[in-house]
């Protein structure tokens, strides 16, 4: 398989550029080319010789992830399902905050870690995402919401990897791509906008340092290890006490001073009583951290409740009084289904109800060709027109 220049790295650019005995200041034309002006195609790239980009278009290639789906919330937020190489279907989404906004990027399709409150995770884990793949979800929204015009308004101030998908299971291609979210040549967010989410993956946690500087989200959803290990499988392996020291490590690796978010998803009757935050508080005295409530989102294939609005204040009160900066994720996009994973599993629905749809068409056609005498060339030609009927939905494209 050609190597896609989309998921090239600065570094990995460079050595590509290298190995064709070109100039450096190639690899930067090319990242800017691709990353910052949105051009795929090497014969638009106008500033590098005929010569060259006759190499490379040997040797490489240069492709977005494919959209099937486009949701747009009327509260201006904006999700995308994207068809990625093993033929899963992963989200990505655009929460706006003001002029700028929040995209939520995927990392994997599925998810092996199996949180019981986590739609991701009752599907398991279906494949790693490419580092194309992974910034490739930056390079459509840009494209989708604002264009890659150099004077329009950029409206992707922050990203953050709570898509689908355990970042740090998926750690280098995570890292390269959240190193082109932070590049210069590409990008150029800063690393106290770019964060990556973590069920606590204690070893990965501690290597992070030695590949970048971005900034971190624990999902911790309990203040006790019997709670956590129930809802989170992945604390029996990695107890609270490690997740606490490698996230402080990672945190005072940093230059500048930052602190983690700590998220907790509020699960009625599970985690959500007073005493959970009292717990809590008394957990995190020894980390500075800002605290982040989640109510829990609710989803068919799980019978945990979102706690009332008093609970949740409660809850927050009891953080807040405690010391600590506590914020409350705002239900956003209720129209659309913007948590974790959530939306696929419709999705999927859908496209069956399709390809049940065409099944249909077909018999139909099969049947009335019977007794036309319809050569199989002619039913072919309608059933691929009947397809692309069901595609011209507005919300599903080209599926
Ligand atoms: N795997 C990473 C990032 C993806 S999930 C992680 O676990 O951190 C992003 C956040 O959404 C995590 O904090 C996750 O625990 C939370 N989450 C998952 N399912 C949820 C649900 N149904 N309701 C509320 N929060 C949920
Ligand atoms: Fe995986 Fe995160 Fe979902 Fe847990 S919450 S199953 S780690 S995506």
Excluded at 30 to 40: E, K, N, S
Excluded at 232 to 259: C, F, G, H, T, W
Excluded at 301 to 324: C, K, T
Aim: glycine fraction near 6%; hydrophobic fraction near 40%; charged fraction near 25%.
């Amino acid at each position: 398989m050609k190597p896609n220049l989309l998921g090239l790295s600065r570094e990995k650019m460079k050595a590509l550029f290298s190995e064709l005995e070109e100039k450096p200041f190639r690899a930067q034309q090319v990242m800017q080319w691709i990353h910052q002006r949105g051009v795929l195609d090497l014969n638009e790239m106008t500033d590098i010789s005929k010569v060259l980009r006759g190499k490379l278009e040997q040797l490489v290639e240069i492709r977005a992830p494919k959209v099937v789906a486009d949701y747009p919330s009327e509260d201006g937020s904006h999700k995308w399902i994207i068809e990625v190489a093993s033929g899963s279907r992963v989200e990505m989404v655009f929460i706006p905050e003001g002029s700028r906004g929040t995209l939520c990027v995927s990392s994997q399709a599925g998810c092996s870690l199996d949180c019981s409150f986590c739609a991701t995770g009752k599907q398991g884990f279906n494949s790693n995402l490419t580092v194309a793949e992974i910034i490739g979800q930056v390079w459509l929204a840009r494209q989708q919401l604002d264009g890659f015009d150099a004077a329009a308004q950029r409206r992707i101030s922050n990203v953050v990897m709570m898509g689908m998908g355990e970042p740090l299971m998926n750690f280098e291609p995570v890292m390269d791509a959240v190193s082109l979210m932070m590049d210069d040549w590409a990008y150029g967010l800063s690393k106290r906008k770019v964060t990556i989410s973590t069920s606590g993956v204690v070893p990965a946690i501690r290597r992070m340092k030695e590949y970048t500087d971005a900034s971190l989200a624990v999902s911790l959803h309990a203040p006790n290890d019997a709670l956590r290990s129930s809802i989170m499988p992945i604390n029996k392996k990695y107890p609270i006490a490690e997740l606490m020291d490698a996230v402080k490590e990672y945190m005072s690796s940093l230059q500048d001073k930052r602190v983690p978010v700590i998220e907790y998803t509020v699960i009625k009757g599970v985690n959500d009583h007073r005493q959970h935050a009292r717990e809590l508080a008394e957990l995190l005295k020894t980390l500075p951290c800002k605290i982040n409530l989640i109510p829990f989102n609710p989803f068919s294939l799980s019978d945990y409740r979102r706690p009332s609005d008093s609970v949740i204040s409660n809850f927050r009160e009891i953080l807040q009084r405690a010391g600590f900066t506590v914020t409350v994720r705002t239900t956003r996009a209720d129209d659309i289904g913007a948590a974790c994973g959530q939306l696929v599993g419709d999705v999927e629905d859908q496209t069956r109800r399709q390809e049940r749809h065409a099944r249909r068409a077909e018999a139909r056609q099969n049947e009335a060709s019977e007794h036309s005498g319809q050569s199989r060339v002619e039913r072919a030609r309608i059933l691929a027109s009947t397809g692309k009927a069901a595609a011209s939905d507005p919300l599903v494209l080209g599926s």
